[in-house]
């Protein structure tokens, strides 16, 4: 076996990565879905998410991977972040640097790899989105720009965690992020769309439940009601957490019909996922609707036009609790 070694910008690309403080985080959503996509386009059994740390590659996010971790020196993704392209091995077998490797012969039983290296710079690669199957494969080259691409959005998605513009509890853009992206776009000369919906969430009673149950199940509430914002709007427009108990989403493009639908189904949906702890829980929402987007209309009088609007959604005692 031939060791993954030490890149030659090792020191400045470690310092890089413990940086982002990302390492031995929380599942996050965000990767979660970029490592579906992944496995769904290059149809391999495995996926990851993988960060090159001192001794070790650590999965971010992963499909079909028993573990969180292996070392560094027999990992493959060790290998990749050597080059900027794509380090692509279609039999393992066959390739004396890896014959032997135990992860080759052991488990997962690695036969074909590809790895799409990913940096914050183009010059520190920090580790890879990688795909694996325990046979020997092609990658068309569809499948391989799809990748490629895929690649580049973490790229993104830790370019934004570097900017501390991400929630590192929810996920979402926090109150910087999220008030940069929307200003920015309705700073935009070519902005076309004609319909805008501001919706302001607030979470209540979190307090007491932080009182009664402990922080962990306000935090847990919190990753829920982001995670259900996420799962039905992240499609069609941006969502933040401007304050503790507080979120708002811009949707483009959505009619009233479309808006009052994508809220039921949020309701819905994250009426099933409260399930198993039985927290006193309500939340509110407020909303407002734009036609036209000029000087005057900025994220703040949006969010005065929606929070003077509201609406609550009382959670059936039936499913009062997260899960």
């Not at 929380?26 to 149809?43: L, M, P, T, W």
């Not at 135990?102 to 914050?120: E, K, N």
């Not at 914002?229 to 401007?242: E, P, S």
Request: charged share 25%.
């Amino acid at each position: 076996m031939e060791p993954a070694q030490p890149t030659h910008n090792e020191q400045q690309r470690l310092i890089a990565l413990h940086d982002l403080g990302i390492l031995d985080t929380g599942h996050e959503d965000r990767f979660e879905r970029i490592v579906r996509v992944a496995a769904y386009v290059s149809e391999c059994p495995m996926v990851a998410i993988s960060l090159i740390d001192e001794e070790r590659q650590w999965f971010k996010a992963k499909r079909g991977l028993a573990v969180n971790q292996t070392g560094r020196s027999e990992s493959i993704c060790g290998h990749a972040i050597h080059q900027l392209d794509p380090l692509i091995v279609h039999d393992t077998r066959q390739d004396p640097r890896f014959a032997d490797n135990p992860l080759v012969t052991g488990d997962p039983y690695i036969r074909f790899y590809a790895g799409f290296p990913f940096s914050l710079d183009s010059e520190h690669l920090l580790g890879t989105l990688c795909v694996i199957d325990h046979h020997p494969r092609e990658l068309t080259e569809a499948c391989q720009r799809a990748l490629l691409d895929l690649a580049k959005i973490v790229e993104h998605e830790l370019v934004m965690t570097q900017q501390n513009v991400i929630d590192s509890l929810t996920g979402v853009f926090n109150r910087r992020g999220f008030y940069r992206e929307i200003t920015s776009y309705l700073t935009d000369d070519v902005v076309i769309e004609s319909q805008h919906t501001l919706l302001h969430f607030d979470v209540r009673q979190l307090q007491g439940i932080n009182h009664r149950y402990g922080k962990y199940a306000g935090d847990k509430v919190l990753i829920e009601f982001a995670a259900c914002l996420t799962d039905v709007f992240d499609d069609v427009g941006w969502i933040g957490r401007l304050e503790g108990c507080e979120f708002a989403v811009l949707l483009i493009q959505q009619d009233v019909d479309a808006v009052e639908a994508q809220l039921e189904r949020f309701y819905l949906r994250l009426c099933r996922r409260l399930s198993s702890d039985r927290y006193p829980f309500v939340y509110s929402v407020g909303l407002a609707h734009f036609t036209q987007i000029d000087e005057t209309v900025t994220l703040e009088t949006m969010l005065l036009d929606a929070t003077s609007n509201v609406r609550p959604y009382p959670v059936p005692i039936e499913h009062q609790g997260i899960g």
